[in-house]
């Protein structure tokens, strides 16, 4: 089955770790995302990639960083800088075309909790 | 700064009653839009989506959405809702001025009482 896969479901944090989420998706899709979702905000992207080895910050990047090495696959490291790193995490994918007629599709997100 | 506003954070139903959620963006280049859903416990589904061509959206479950571009707006629509159409529901937008990042609103949570 084609689809987006996170992992883990849930993770814990100590405050002051790094620890990174993972995305992959078998869609063939170029372009992927990662939003943070928190209770009455929806969903604020962190950062996104249009294509390999490419990748721009979104409206929320700072304490995250993020590579894009592989077509496929997208983490996202949450970094000790994060002030507040507790949220829900959904990464997403689309087809980049020249236009933008595109939907994107979701993975099941990561809950982050620090301790 | 591009933004997507949705107009009410909770509304709450009863089975039968008629939806309309609003949803308005405030750039005014050519944009794709969509509505998305996210029933409890499960992830983000896509329920419809304009790129061009006809404003009045159809999409799946009975929703639609018309788009009105004078108005910025994109509103969800659903003449009869049921206990199962629970869920959040997000509008979103790319293209124009947020180039290639699909924005998304903060979200409508309904509940639909039975």
């Known amino acids: 089955d084609g689809g987006i896969t996170q992992s883990p479901k849930y993770l814990f944090r100590k405050e002051g770790q790094n620890v990174t989420l993972s995305c992959e998706q078998n869609?063939?899709?170029?372009?992927m995302y990662w939003y943070r979702q928190d209770p009455g905000q929806g969903l604020r992207l962190i950062y996104y990639?249009?294509?390999?080895?490419?990748?721009q910050k979104g409206d929320i990047a700072e304490g995250y960083s993020v590579s894009r090495e592989k077509k496929e696959s997208f983490p996202l490291t949450v970094t000790s800088a994060q002030k507040n790193p507790t949220a829900f995490y959904l990464c997403?994918?689309?087809?980049?075309?020249?236009?933008?007629?595109?939907?994107?599709?979701f993975g099941q997100g990561t809950r982050l909790t620090v301790v | 700064a591009q933004s997507v506003s949705q107009h009410n954070h909770h509304v709450i139903l009863s089975e039968a009653a008629s939806l309309e959620l609003g949803c308005n963006y405030s750039?005014?280049?050519?944009?794709?839009l969509f509505w998305y859903v996210q029933y409890p416990g499960q992830h983000l589904q896509l329920l419809l989506k304009?790129?061009?061509?006809?404003?009045l959206v159809k999409g799946i479950k009975g929703f639609e959405a018309e788009f009105i571009k004078s108005k910025f707006s994109f509103n969800l629509r659903k003449p009869s809702v049921q206990w199962s159409d629970t869920a959040e529901y997000f509008c979103?937008?790319?293209?124009?001025?947020?180039?290639?990042?699909?924005?998304f609103g903060a979200g409508t949570i309904l509940r639909v009482k039975s």
């Open positions: 979103a937008v790319n293209g124009g001025g947020y180039g290639n990042k699909l924005v």
């Open positions: 304009y790129f061009s061509g006809d404003p």
């Open positions: 997403a994918s689309s087809t980049y075309l020249t236009g933008r007629n595109t939907e994107a599709f």
């Open positions: 869609l063939n899709h170029d372009a």
């Open positions: 750039y005014g280049g050519t944009v794709n």
């Open positions: 990639s249009q294509i390999v080895n490419d990748f």
